[in-house]
């Protein structure tokens, strides 16, 4: 289940649907299990010694994930009272995207705008703390996550633009 960013927004989100488990791109782990709401590195280091313990052979598990490559988070400055404004000019471009634009496989809004694509995902989110957009990008090809990045990145700028107007 895709949701909200925020450990608070993430409990709430678990309690109202059972998950057992939550996490964060930024590598927050929310464990449901034996106490409800861990958020933390050495408990979840401990969990994972337990499955290896067990017998899980974690290098298996991971080569069993499909390889994507993935941007750090960027930031893009902008100011407190434009940063949704940004977000919504961007959805609507998106309903009518550039010729160039890659291809769109679908759109999640519920913190702020993810567009799926073919091979990999764009995000354009307002962060809850300081006046900046967050963006991401991850594809299956690296030169591909370069151009969803720059794409994305012109369609800000186009919005930031044309709010000054």
């Not at 893009?76 to 634009?101: G, Y």
């Not at 809004?109 to 957009?133: C, H, M, Q, Y």
Request: charged share 30%; glycine share 6%; hydrophobic share 40%.
């Amino acid at each position: 289940i895709m949701y909200k960013t925020g450990h608070s927004n993430l409990k709430v989100k678990m309690k109202e649907t059972g998950a057992d488990l939550a996490c964060e791109v930024s590598g927050h782990i929310f464990f449901k299990n034996r106490y409800f709401g861990y958020d933390d590195a050495i408990y979840a280091t401990l969990r994972m010694l337990e499955l290896i313990h067990d017998g899980i052979d974690l290098d298996h598990e991971i080569d069993a994930l499909p390889q994507v490559f993935s941007t750090e988070e960027i930031k893009v400055e902008t100011t407190e009272s434009e940063k949704f404004a940004i977000i919504e000019k961007v959805k609507e471009m998106l309903k009518n995207p550039p010729a160039d634009f890659p291809k769109i496989l679908g759109i999640i809004d519920v913190d702020g705008v993810r567009i799926n694509f073919e091979k990999g995902w764009g995000l354009v989110r307002a962060s809850n703390t300081t006046p900046v957009l967050v963006t991401r990008f991850e594809s299956t090809d690296k030169k591909l996550a370069k151009v969803y990045e720059n794409r994305v990145n012109d369609l800000i700028s186009s919005a930031k633009a044309s709010l000054k107007h």
